[in-house]
């Protein structure tokens, strides 16, 4: 049974970093992985993904310069650095994971519950 569990969120202010990790069991570490997030009244929207070797990467607009993803293939658990942040970061987050590196939500097989994100002003 796959299992896919986020950690780290949490209540910051604005500028301040948090770091999240997602940690998948129960399947390969040769999978794609990728962040998502949803504001209230908002649809998901992606984040980040990395591929299963790390070599690539990408991000979605909003957070290219502020967020890093990455991991740790010995612990099949994927990274994101959240720097800078600000209000309107303020979302769920959702780990997910699949054979596609991919920025789009259908691509992915696997889904966490999601960690909350909360940066106030």
């Known amino acids: 049974q796959v299992q896919v569990v986020e950690s780290g969120g949490g209540l910051v202010q604005a500028g301040d970093s948090l770091r999240l990790s997602c940690a998948a069991s129960?399947?390969?570490?040769?999978?794609?992985m990728g962040w998502f997030r949803q504001a209230p009244g908002k649809e998901r929207e992606f984040v980040a993904a990395?591929?299963?070797?790390?070599?690539?990467?990408t991000y979605a607009g909003p957070v290219k310069g502020r967020f890093t993803i990455s991991r740790d293939n010995a612990v099949n658990t994927a990274y994101l650095q959240m720097n800078s942040l600000k209000p309107e970061d303020t979302a769920a987050y959702y780990c997910?994971?699949?054979?596609?590196?991919?920025?789009?939500?259908?691509?992915?097989?696997?889904w966490g519950q999601g960690t909350q994100v909360t940066v106030s002003s």
């Open positions: 997910a994971v699949g054979d596609r590196f991919s920025s789009v939500a259908d691509s992915y097989e696997y």
């Open positions: 129960g399947t390969s570490s040769r999978k794609s």
């Open positions: 990395i591929n299963w070797s790390g070599v690539m990467t």
